[in-house]
Structures are given as structure tokens and as C-alpha cells.
């Protein structure tokens, strides 16, 4: 039908441009609630896990209570050590979190919980290369790094790293001092993150060990592999050291099950699911209003092609035409948009934000979804008409 000597199903639409703009900016904003929707969904999840995709890892240890990411379940730091000496294990790194327990305080501003991250200044902790060479910038006592998309509302300088280091900061009542930034991002439960080194860490929290070594409970023990290493017998390995104690996961199988968690586990997950299909419900009944309207003004037209012979299957291939033209019209607009979008909101809210391919297409299918079943909902009419009741 589309490659028709004559386009019809084009020149319908474009009969009328402003009938056509209006037409697509209908479908546009039905196709930028779904991506809005989508974004939001897997931007808690993609926030969520981030500070896992950043971490250089072959496996991550962690305790097995360890329901979600930000519960506060660890385990003990003597069992690394055992775990370092496993054959095929090229080092293990201990990573520390805190959050419930923290309270920072910018001068002229109240004080605020935030995630402080702990780790060692010695190996490697992060797989970006430019974010593992800035530990070196906290080798001082009471001194961190920030991550430049924590929330506003704490009054951290987000931009300027010279006022950022001239900022008065207070940290569980201890002076500090941030020297430089990283980028984390926010989450559904931290506004916000900071990097120190373990010894600074032990020092701000020492309760987390009442009467013995603040860094002995650990959170995250981070697992390289020499190159060549059986990673699957090197997990069995480590995993027999405390079958009771922790977990043993790849940075895929953690990231797996965080979203899983929070996809079916809380609400949150749930409910941007919903707005997803209400956007597709919405985008459906503006599609087979604007192909109905269509073929309403046209239905003489069609009624003479009904008499001359027509098919019903010619005039499906005409609904269908449209819809497909209706699809990429309002989609390419609403996909620039949505790009602009998911940056302005990734720079506001700290949420990670991203616009992956699989998201582009899983969105265009459901605009075509969308557009394909307003049209065949429409075109009901047509087929259900008697040429001789329409002149």
C-alpha cells in the first residue's frame, strides 16, 4: 500500500498540514509519557546499581543477609583475607558503606544523611580509570570526594571545585574537606555520596565496631582474577571459605537481582510500570481518534472506492499505512525530546538516566503497537459502512 503508484494513505494525512501537526503532536506526547515513564523506571534501577557498575570487579562478596544494596548487613573482615589466598585470586578489596549513621552539615545549612563510601587507597577499586587515580587526592586525614549529582538541598558546590574546597563541612560532627569530585549518582534512598579512604572512614564512624576495629565488618569485598583463572571453580572456592556467611556473585548477578528487587518486590517498580501502559492506553485512543476523524472527513471518498470494488483488505492497508506513517512522525520528534529530557532530569535529580538502544526500541515497538491497534479500531467503521447509505 505504501508503495502505491498513489500514496494514498500519505496524501491523506497531508491533506491538511495543520491537521497533520496537531496529529503528530498527539502521538508525540503519547510516545514521550512512555519514555518518561520508562526512564523513570529504569532510572531508579540503572541509580540503584551504579555504584556497582563502577566498581572493577570479577565478583563482589556479600553478606548473605544482604537483602538489597542499601541494607546494612556485613560480614567479617578476616574472611577476605582467607579469600585472597585462593589460587586464581589476584586481590580482594574491602569496600565500606555508611548511611544510616551519618549526618553532614555545610555551614548555614542543616544537617542531612548521605552515603559514604570507604575504600582502600592501595590496588584498584574503580574500573573508570580517571575515578580510581583520584583516591589518590585522599590520602589526607578528613578529606573526600564528592559526587557532583548529589542533591541540591545539601548546599555542596556542585561545579566549582576551588569553592567547593573552601566550603565549611561538617561530617558526624568532624570537620571535612572534599578536594575534587566523582560521579555516582542519586538513588530512590541516598541523596547523595561521598568517597573517603578506609582510615578517614574509620575514623568519622568508629562505632561500627563498638570496643574493636571500625573496618573489621565489611560491606562489599571486591574479587580481580589473574587472566587465565577458572572463574566458575575460583567462586566455588571462595564460596566454600563461608557458605553461611556471604555470597559470592558476579557484578551481572548482583545488578540482576537489585532490579528484580525492586521491580517486583516494591511498589515503586509497579507503579512506573502502570504509567508505561497508561501512556500506551492514551497514545491508542488519540491514534483512533485522528484515523476516525480521517476517515470520517473522507468517508464519500472512500464510499466511491467501495463502489468501485474495493476491498476491505485494501482499506486495512490504508488504516495500516497511516499508522505506520503516524508512528515514525510522531516518534523521531518525541525521541529527540525525551533525549533533552532525561538530561535535564539526570542534571536535577541526580537520578542515572540513560536512553539505551534496547529503551528505543522497546518504546518504538509499543508506538507502533499503540498506533497500529487506533488504526484497526477505526477502520472498523469503514468496513462496517454501505457504499449506497454514504452519497
Partial sequence: MLFNRTPLAWKNLTSSWT????????????????FSQI????????????????????????????????????????LLRRA?????????????????????RVLG??????????????????????????????????S???????KRMYGLERSNRDRLREQE??????????????????????????????????TYFPWRNSGGDPLSTVDFGLVRLNSGSDALRVKEQITALAPNEWDVLSKQQIIDREIHFWGTATPIG????????????????????????DISDHMS????????????FYFVQLVVGQSLYLTVLGFIPALLLSYYVYQLLTETTGLVMLLTPERVLLVFCLTLLMCLSGGLLAVRKLNASDPANLF
Fill in 19 to 34: 491537521k497533520l501537526l496537531l496529529s503528530t503532536g498527539g502521538v508525540g506526547f503519547a510516545v514521550l509519557l512512555m
Fill in 39 to 78: 526512564g523513570f523506571r529504569n532510572g531508579l534501577f540503572d541509580s540503584t546499581v551504579q555504584l556497582v557498575r563502577l566498581m572493577d570487579a570479577d565478583f563482589i562478596i556479600v553478606s548473605r543477609a544482604k537483602y538489597n544494596l542499601p541494607s546494612e548487613q556485613r560480614f567479617d573482615r578476616s
Fill in 84 to 104: 585472597s589466598q585462593v589460587e586464581g585470586v589476584e586481590s580482594v578489596q574491602p569496600i565500606y558503606l555508611e548511611r544510616a549513621g551519618t549526618e553532614l
Fill in 109 to 142: 545549612r542543616p544537617s542531612r544523611s548521605i552515603r559514604v563510601v570507604g575504600v582502600p587507597l592501595t590496588g584498584r577499586v574503580f574500573a573508570d580509570d580517571v575515578m580510581d587515580n583520584r583516591r589518590s587526592e585522599i590520602e589526607m586525614p578528613q
Fill in 144 to 150: 573526600a570526594l564528592l559526587d557532583r549529582r548529589t
Fill in 169 to 202: 563541612v561538617e561530617l558526624s560532627g568532624r570537620r571535612l574537606t572534599f578536594v575534587d569530585y566523582v560521579e555516582i549518582g542519586t538513588d530512590f534512598v541516598h541523596d547523595g555520596s561521598l568517597v573517603m579512604s578506609d582510615q578517614s572512614f574509620a
Fill in 270 to 293: 509497579i507503579i512506573f510500570s502502570v504509567g508505561t501502559v497508561m501512556g500506551l492506553v492514551v497514545g491508542t485512543i488519540i491514534c483512533y481518534q485522528i484515523i476516525f476523524t
Fill in 301 to 312: 471518498e472512500f464510499a466511491t472506492l467501495k463502489a468501485m470494488g474495493y476491498s476491505r
